[in-house]
């Protein structure tokens, strides 16, 4: 029986492709021997002088006298052309054979220091357990690389033939089973979506998470302006997780109230978790007083009573994590760092690019400034596009392990066409085996203008949506369904496998416009479609590319 890394691979998510590559990893352990050991799911990142380049296997075996096989699994349809093989995605065809290349190119590169001028043999295997090549000679692969459809009982027993037994290798093959575990360093991902049971994992090399948290010194006070998928979030969890370790007192405290949902449900029990305001109700209900919810200045009145407390000893803390801090007004500051320690430790999160509110922003003097430009999260194809149509201040750099499909983008001429051009982006990503779970509608503008806030359902699902109304504790109240709708004011800091990104309509793409797209934008994890009115899409269209792409931002 093959050694299957990551051990814990039958617990992973059973999404789409990601199933199928479960179902070849329970037929590798089952059929290998175990001088072969199996990685599944291996990335690489090279780094230097400006470019970086990306490669991506499915499964990568390597064998007890250290020679190693690829094997790049392509499930579902293929379309043979004149150029080859072409994986079909929403944005176009992908030719198997330059994928191939190019990863085996940057794996020989990758892998230099670890042979340390020792010869290895790297072999690759093209699966495809759902299609049948027709003509393998045109195929751009080798055909004797090729495992199709008619012959994938027999994917065991090439693989062993390429890999017959020899002599072991012990000292390299440690250092290449060493290498290839290094890559596949998983963290929890805290800004998955809300109300799934499982959580999601995201790869985070080298990101927020690990190493802000060694910087050091007095008094802590750290701005940390960073964008979408940088860490922000798991960097705020791992520091209540720090404090619970220490016995330490936290708050952690962000503006939208589905964040603080989720952050209170994945965060240590010790630690505080809320909302601006349901802090300021909740030390206002600790003094004695009131708060009626039904009023119309209820958000003024919390803020103004919550400043003029007087904040006692025993209600300071040690760790003071404020999130979105780019969407706090400039008089929370204050109360706020009154109710932390002198000597304590004050994390304050930020991206100007999710500053939806049009708020200036907080005036922290004397704090350190960390800036974190690079996004984890979102695929590549996704974020060279948000970078064309955003045109952020700075470039987006990418270090997502995925390429990813390209964005697919579904317009409509008039808001009667809304609903069957976003229904179509649905099932789209149903046809791509991802689930109604996976996906998150969310619409571009607010509640008030929003048309599908206000349906039940979207053809044939039920759509789950807040009511705007609130129930006797402050709490949300939500509408029950299996499709998820929100605004995108509500569902930054959150994310999904598949964002369907809707009723995105305006006629200019001016700094607020530009703000919206990229918070909307980057929620998506693994998919994303854009539908927008025939203006809106025009106007996307026609932006041009405003960073110089190396032929590192292709995808792997």
């Keep these: 029986m093959a050694k299957i890394f990551p051990s814990d691979w039958r617990t992973l998510e059973r999404t789409g492709a990601a199933a199928r590559e479960i179902e070849t990893l329970a037929l590798l352990e089952a059929g290998l ?32 006298d250290a020679r190693i096989l690829l094997i790049e699994q392509k499930s579902g349809f293929l379309s043979e052309t004149t150029e080859g093989l072409l994986k079909i995605y929403a944005g176009g065809g992908k030719s198997v054979a330059v994928q191939l290349g190019r990863t085996l190119d940057n794996l020989q590169k990758r892998l230099a220091p670890v042979l340390q001028g020792e010869p290895t043999s790297i072999e690759y295997l093209l699966y495809c357990p759902d299609y049948a090549v027709k003509q393998p000679g045109t195929a751009g692969v080798p055909a004797e690389r090729i495992v199709d459809a008619t012959r994938r009982d ?8 390429a890999l017959p037994e020899a002599p072991a290798r012990d000292a390299l093959a440690r250092r290449l089973r060493a290498f290839f575990a290094d890559e596949l360093r998983l963290v929890p991902d805290a800004s998955a979506m809300l109300g799934q049971a499982e959580q999601l994992v995201t790869r985070l090399s080298g990101g927020l998470a690990i190493w802000a948290r060694r910087l050091d010194f007095e008094p802590f006070r750290l701005r940390v302006v960073g964008t979408a998928g940088s860490g922000k979030t798991q960097l705020a969890l791992a ?8 016995g330490r007192r936290a708050l952690y405290v962000c503006f939208n109230r589905p964040l603080a949902d989720h952050l209170a ?45 007087q904040v006692t000893e025993h209600e300071r803390v040690d760790d003071l994590v404020v999130d979105e801090g780019q969407d706090f007004a400039a008089a929370w500051v204050a109360p706020l760092l009154a109710r932390l320690k002198y000597e304590g430790r004050a994390w304050w999160l930020e991206d100007p690019m999710q500053n939806l509110y049009d708020r200036d922003a907080s005036d922290l003097p004397n704090w350190v400034r960390l800036r974190a430009d690079t996004n984890y999260r979102t695929p590549r194809a996704i974020l060279r596009e948000i970078n064309r149509v955003v045109q952020p201040p700075r470039e987006i750099e990418a270090a997502s392990p995925f390429a990813g499909p390209d ?70 109240e939500y509408r029950a369904g299996e499709l998820r709708v929100e605004t995108v004011y509500r569902f930054k800091g959150q994310s999904a496998p598949c964002i369907v990104l809707t009723e995105v309509d305006f006629d200019q793409i001016d700094d607020l416009v530009a703000r919206k797209l990229f918070v909307g934008m980057t929620r998506a994890t693994m998919r994303l479609f854009v539908v927008a009115s025939e203006r809106a899409a025009a106007l996307i269209a026609a932006r041009p590319a405003p960073f110089a792409l190396t032929s590192s931002d292709e995808p792997g």
């Design 239 to 246: 520091v209540l997780t720090d404090a619970a370790q220490a």
């Design 33 to 64: 021997p175990d001088r072969l050991t199996v990685f599944h799911g291996v990335h690489w990142t090279r780094v230097g002088h400006e470019r970086a380049a990306f490669g991506e296997i499915d499964f990568v075996i390597v064998s007890a």
């Design 407 to 476: 964005v697919e983008y579904l317009s409509y001429a008039d808001p009667a066409q809304l609903e069957a051009a976003t229904l179509r982006a649905v099932t789209h990503a149903l046809q791509h085996g991802l689930r109604l779970e996976d996906i998150a509608l969310v619409t571009f503008g607010g509640r008030e203008r929003s048309r599908l806030i206000r349906l039940d359902r979207l053809g044939p699902h039920r759509l789950e949506a807040w009511t705007g109304r609130y129930d006797l504790f402050g709490a949300p």
């Design 154 to 161: 027999r994917l065991c027993a090439t693989i062993i033939a």
């Design 265 to 309: 449900r994945v965060a240590p029990a010790e630690a505080e978790v809320a909302t601006f305001h349901q802090l300021c109700d909740r030390r206002l209900r600790a003094a004695g007083e009131r708060v009626d919810f039904a009023g119309r200045t209820v958000f003024d009145e919390l803020e103004r009573r919550f400043a003029e407390l």
